[in-house]
Every structure is written in C-alpha cells, then in structure tokens.
C-alpha cells in the first residue's frame, strides 16, 4: 500500500502528538460502526490531555452531544460540550497528562450549506440577497447543475476553520463510507469541471488542505467482523490512491475483552465460588461460554486479517454491552483510546 509508511507512528507516541500530527482528522468509516463515539471518545482524550477540540458534525446527529450529557441540539454556532479548565484525575497513564493537569475544552458544530453560504455571501457584503437566495432553494438549482457544489462549501468552512486555527484539533465526523468518498471527492470534480472563478478556487485550496498531511489526516474505524473490514480496506486504498488523503491509523470499534476462562466447567466454578446452580443454568452458561470464545477467535482472526491487508496501526475500543453513550462509557472508550495510542507499534 503506497505511502502507508508515512502513516505509520512510532513507539510511545502520547494523545497529543497522535492529535497534532495535522489539525484536521476526518473520521469514516460503514455506517453503523461507531463514527460518531469515536469522534466523541477522540475528542474527550484529546481535551484530557489538554487540547482545545473543535467536533465537526455533518447531519446534525444528537449523538455527539448525548455522549458528552447534553441534551442541546449542534447549530452552525459553537456548542461547547466541555469547558477547558477541569481537573483532571491521572487517568491516563503516559504523554503529557497526570494528576493536577488541566483539560481543554470540547466544542462542536453542525455545518450545513445553507449555512455555510449565508455566512460566505454574508462576509462578502451580499447580506441582503443571501437569505432569500437559499430560502428560494436556488441552492438545489445549483447543486443539480453543477455536483459538488454543496459539499465544497462544507469543505471550504472546514479549510476556513483550520487556516483560522480555531481549535488545536478539528474533527470532521464524515458520512457513511459510500457518501464521504464522494464528500470528500467533492473538490477534485470542481476542480476538472469548473475553470475560472472563486469555485474553483475554494476547490484547489480544499483540495491542498486534503492532500497534505500535515493538514489534514483520515482516522477509519470499523468493526471487527468480516464485511466492515473488507470496506475499511476497500475505503482506505480509495482515499490513499484516488484522493491522495493520509491515513493515520483505523479503529477497531466494539471489540470483545479476552476471556481466558471460557473453557472451564461452569459448576465447577460455581462451586468454587460456594454457590449451587440451578438445573439448566449450567448447560445455558455453557453455551453462552461456547459463543462468547467463538466470538472471540472471530475477532483475533478479522483483526488479523485487517493488519494483513491495511498496514496501519489498530486502536481498539472494548464493546460497552450498553444501549447508549453516556459519560461515564465515553470516559471509558477515550481512557482505551489514550491507551491504545500510548501502545502504538511500528507495525
């Protein structure tokens, strides 16, 4: 895989350096992975360890602050999440981030077009025809005659954000697998369609800002079952070899703890433990052990198959066993993210 090398990190990489490698880092992935909890998870260890994050949502999605407590909707404005200030409690082990360190803050944004639009034609002093421009949906006339259209304006708020340096990482929580490749091919097709003139513009400064990576990375996160890892490969050999993008590593999202004692009798360990099972108990434990060790001897051998196919450095995220996000499991996933990080091997 072409370029894979310059993706890779080194040993005893901490969650600041992982974060400021570029100051964007685009989140993609199947849908139905965990995306938007990674983008989450990503954004509470970074804050952990001291930098002001900036989360980038795209489809005004209530998951995003639902992880951080919140009940508020994402507007085009800044929401902050989490104030910078708190003590934090040396829950992570290594980098820059002990007991008595100080967090940053996390903040959040949705970012449609219509927005994006308004507050460009707004800077450029066409106020009075901006509103009724989008409220008319000429917007859609647009999009339909010219593709891409409503994605560079995305884009190119995004670009505006890290030129601005507004937050010392910006995370782009990107559509499902499918949509973020055309998201994010959005600036080379303006590029060839489009000659002259301030669209194209945007689209060649979009386009320098995805290409470089010391600007702009992909973060992939997937599952450790066969189907999300066959798109997580498929999507990487995509972004790297058709959009030029850098890859930094890919999340393996809702892996399984290693049980050790799943082969055990089940009676025996009830009566170890001074209990008497009651009939039935010990055959359904049994079965539920059988599953759970099948379980596991999947996920070691996608996992596998996944560093085999896709040289990049795995961060694992355990399976929560729990219906929603909350702060008490965010914290969790971004203690195991900083973890991972931490742990990070050439591979």
Known sequence: MEGAEAALVCPGMDVVAFCKQSRVLVVAGKGGVGKTTTCAALARAGAQAGLDV??????????????????????????????????????????????GSRSGAVKARWITPDDALLEYLGEHGLQRISKRLVSSGALDVVSTAVPGIKDILV???????????AADLIIVDAPATGHAFTFLSSARGLLDAVRAGPVRSQAAEVTELLTDPARCRVLLVTLPEEMPINEAVESANRL?????????????????????????????????AG?????????????????????????SSEMARLAEQLPLPQLPLPALFATDVGVAELQRLASALALGIETLVVQ
């Open 275 to 299: 209990m008497v099972l009651e009939p039935g108990e010990a055959e359904a434990l049994r079965e539920a052990a059988r599953f759970r060790l099948a379980r596991q001897q999947l996920q």
């Open 54 to 99: 900036l989360v980038i949502e795209l489809e005004g999605r209530r998951g995003l602050p639902a992880a951080f407590s919140s009940d508020d909707r994402l507007h085009y404005t800044e929401t902050v999440l989490a104030a910078s200030g708190e003590a934090l409690d040396g829950a992570f082990s290594g980098g820059q981030v002990g007991a």
């Open 240 to 272: 790297e070899h058709d959009l030029g993008m850098s890859l930094a590593a890919v999340v393996v999202n809702g892996v399984y703890p290693e049980l050790d004692w799943l082969d055990l009798d089940p009676t025996v360990l009830a009566a170890t």
């Open 155 to 165: 884009l190119g708020k995004v670009k505006q954000l890290e030129r601005a340096a």
